[in-house]
């Protein structure tokens, strides 16, 4: 699926589906490329030729970097509001209900929802140079909807270090010695030759033994269709303050080259 | 709100309160201070000037030494027990319902009751010499009262290790490695740097996202008040034992000088 | 008791119940060892002259390698197969509602069920040979039954980590820095040595205390009787599959010697 600006592509072979998410501001994530994803992740997930899967980014710069700002900005009421960060939500119950493994590949840095769908994968494997930050309170929001799958891997201690210090990057280290990431490596080619050592490992295991631990491990989120909604009707509302619309001024005004 | 010993100050400041206490036993926890913290949470908790909150003890010497052994020896029955031990559970519960960030600001070691302070504030910056044990075992009772506040941050595995091995101070690393602290710091001054940093940026932060943002990171813990309750009770019961008598005289004998 | 293989020995002094299990395999553990260490912790568990309990096993080589192979190629039915997975159920189940402390007492390499028997000690001691592996996947299964014990001490991502990455070993360091293991020590005398000055502390320390704080620290477990049921019958279901009857027939001519 291609847009006027990224896109989200995928291919199948050996079992193995590997997704990739493209958008020119640093694999930020505009509405489109959000529904596109889940999209993804809801067919694949139902796909019998495909036992795992690897969700990456394109480029050797940063993973991800979180919302679009062009579009935060484009917001107008809540209803809007709600609608956009549920695009976040949406994908990470694809991920959080697809019954098989997602291996996440790390190339770089992430921030705010970017962190959250690294948190959705099942196993994180990044480059040492992906450090992370939840910089939502600096521009007047807060890490909500991302919020559950973060702090089911690293913790609430974790979460609130990462969400109350919204200005400063937490490192690879930091981010595996708390569980986001499963292993960290210096190199990308040593992410990458890990990443397919695991994926063919996993599209020669059992499909049913893999449903069940997928099933287990997701234990207690059963809820999250409705906690995320509500989830982004908190982000939705805060995001028309006059702070939030003023840092974001701010931050693209700076960011402009 | 001054006692014959220790204290409570606090002041405030663009936008930031500053909470102290003090007492002269390495700032132990006698109930009157309990109640008098408890009560400028609560005040401070709803004073619109205040944007974000820093709790710290005085001295360069012992954060907070936990009850204070003289009341606990004081205690005839059941009912004393539980109101002593609720004195700690009003305090965790002041900072856990505070829609205000809670900044700990932690210059040494931490015993018991302080270990559970620390455990409630929201990002706890601490020297590297801040050590911490859970004695309680040690004189027959137990971390009842603290330990939903230090689980939270440490994790039932956490909470067991302090808790079992009652004599072994865990050093600040630990502390930091677990999630107690957020972030150590060699110095003294590097600690203030640091909080007074994350302050300023809090106190222009939106109050808004701020107050859900507390909101998320304490779900689950709606029934504490209940909860430490019950847990006041339990200690209340087991301070009255021989063992407990006995082991504190003990240590009331050992550190006379 | 003692089987044509292996047995389950104990030994009561000075408040200190020792518990010992062996089996030729690597400490492998067949129903019959199960059921008598289920049956010895809970006969030890209200035996008056104990005050706390250390679990160890047998030699200087693995402290215990899981399941028994032999036994799980023998199931031929679902109900055989809960009853198998049911053994290790019945045991942490033992450990969890014991109301006395257990120390785990661990020389060197845990796989499968034996990670779960150390994850269900309150306080484990290892050496730093003490590498880890919940291997199940590997064989079509998975850690359904240890998996509640494992996360409560890991997290839900150490266990993520464990039982996706199944072939691979995590180090002792890593059990120790994600909570399974308390303390890791460079030699078995060291190991020996902490265990033994714990032991001794908390024989002479309030059963009372120890009594309320064991069923603190399992708090929210009250439903494992059930669940490590269920848990049960998920792997008694998968082990009849002809992918696990594959696997497993060539581990066993791997490993013939």
Not at 55 to 78: K, P, T, V, Y
Request: hydrophobic share 45%; glycine share 8%.
């Amino acid at each position: 699926m291609h847009h006027p600006e990224g896109y989200v592509n995928h291919e199948i072979e050996h079992g193995i589906a590997t997704i990739e998410f493209f958008h020119p501001s640093s694999n930020s994530l505009p509405a489109a490329i959000l529904t596109d994803l889940a999209k993804t992740i809801n067919d694949i997930g139902i796909d019998n030729r495909v036992n795992v899967i690897v969700l990456r980014s394109a480029g050797d710069g940063a993973f991800c970097a979180g919302a679009s700002f062009d579009e935060l900005m484009a917001i107008s009421n809540e209803a809007e509001g709600k609608k956009f960060f549920s695009g976040f939500a949406h994908v990470i119950n694809a991920m959080r209900k697809c019954h098989k493994f997602i291996i996440g590949r790390v190339q770089g840095k992430a921030v705010g929802g970017g962190v959250g769908l690294i948190a959705a994968t099942d196993y994180a494997i990044a480059t040492t140079a992906s450090a992370i930050k939840l910089s939502e309170l600096a521009v007047g929001i807060g890490p909500f909807v991302v919020g559950p799958a973060v702090e089911r891997k690293v913790g609430v201690s974790g979460l609130a270090q990462l969400s109350i210090d919204a200005t400063n990057w937490r490192s690879a280290e930091w981010a595996k010695r708390h569980g986001l990431y499963s292993e960290i490596h210096d190199t990308l080619q040593s992410v990458d030759d890990s990443v397919n050592s695991l994926a063919e490992r996993l599209a020669h295991s059992s499909p049913q033994a893999m449903a069940q631990l997928k099933k287990v491990l997701w234990h207690g989120t059963e809820n999250w269709d409705t906690l995320l909604s509500e989830r982004a009707a908190i982000s939705g509302h805060l995001v028309l303050s006059d702070f939030t619309r003023n840092a974001i001024q701010k931050f693209k005004s700076k960011s402009a080259k």
